[in-house]
């Protein structure tokens, strides 16, 4: 069974600096790309983050202006978003998401961990 | 940025009606389109992905239609468990952008 299981989350004061965790199981996470999608409380979702399934490609939402890192180990069955300089706006439930292709063309998030809160507060 | 402009933000509905959903991109994006659905407390699951393929398991009353810029999701008969939100999500290029969503209520 695919399983995504989210960890890190927690509070944190304005312009302090957390790192969030995906491990994986059930697959092999070399194969597949990686994302993070973010939802502020009684929001809708917002997509943040994209790795490629060796680590070579990451793209991000302008939003985030820099201040976040995606990466992978892949040996470790795990993936990460490192969270910088964070702000209010940041607070959020931050879910991995799993990304298939099939035939190049067509893509999609067919498996989602259960999320983790962060929230930033002094 | 694509933007993906979902209608209605909201409905109310009967058990056994037939419910439809409309997304419009700002731009074509062909068939890259996924569809999401989001219960109450728990992380989104897809329904349908290029447009109109249905998900393995997700049930034969949601299809989904449309290319190019204008994209629906339809329930053809609203069941008790359809109570959600559903979001479209634009595939075709970076940044991925999600519709603000549409919440199903059962009347």
């Known amino acids: 069974e695919v399983q995504l299981v989210e960890s890190g989350g927690g509070l944190v004061e304005p312009g302090g600096s957390l790192t969030l965790s995906c491990t994986a199981s059930?697959?092999?996470?070399?194969?597949?790309?990686m994302n993070w999608v973010r939802q502020a409380p009684g929001k809708g979702l917002e997509w943040v983050s994209f790795?490629?399934?060796?680590?070579?490609?990451?793209k991000y939402a302008d939003s985030l202006e820099g201040r976040f890192t995606i990466f992978r180990d892949n040996a470790k069955n795990s993936l990460y978003l490192q969270m910088n300089s964070l702000r209010a706006e940041d607070t959020a439930v931050y879910y991995c998401?799993?990304?298939?292709?099939?035939?190049?063309?067509?893509?999609?998030?067919?498996?989602w961990g259960q999320g983790t809160l962060v929230t930033v507060s002094a | 940025a694509i933007q993906m402009t979902q209608s209605p933000s909201s409905l109310s509905a009967f058990v056994g009606d037939r419910v439809t959903i409309t997304c419009r991109a700002s731009q074509g994006i062909g068939n890259d389109l996924s569809w999401y659905q989001q219960r109450p407390g728990e992380a989104p699951k897809l329904l349908i992905y290029g447009a109109s393929t249905l998900q393995t398991g997700v049930p034969s009353r949601f299809s989904g239609s449309g290319s190019g810029t204008h994209f629906a999701l339809t329930i053809s008969s609203l069941q008790p468990e359809d109570l959600a939100t559903y979001y479209c999500?634009?595939?075709?290029?970076?940044?991925?952008?999600f519709g603000q969503g549409t919440k199903v209520e059962i009347k």
């Open positions: 998401a799993r990304e298939t292709v099939e035939g190049l063309t067509v893509y999609y998030f067919d498996h």
């Open positions: 999500l634009q595939d075709y290029n970076y940044p991925r952008t």
């Open positions: 059930g697959f092999t996470l070399s194969d597949f790309e």
């Open positions: 790795i490629s399934s060796n680590g070579d490609k990451r």
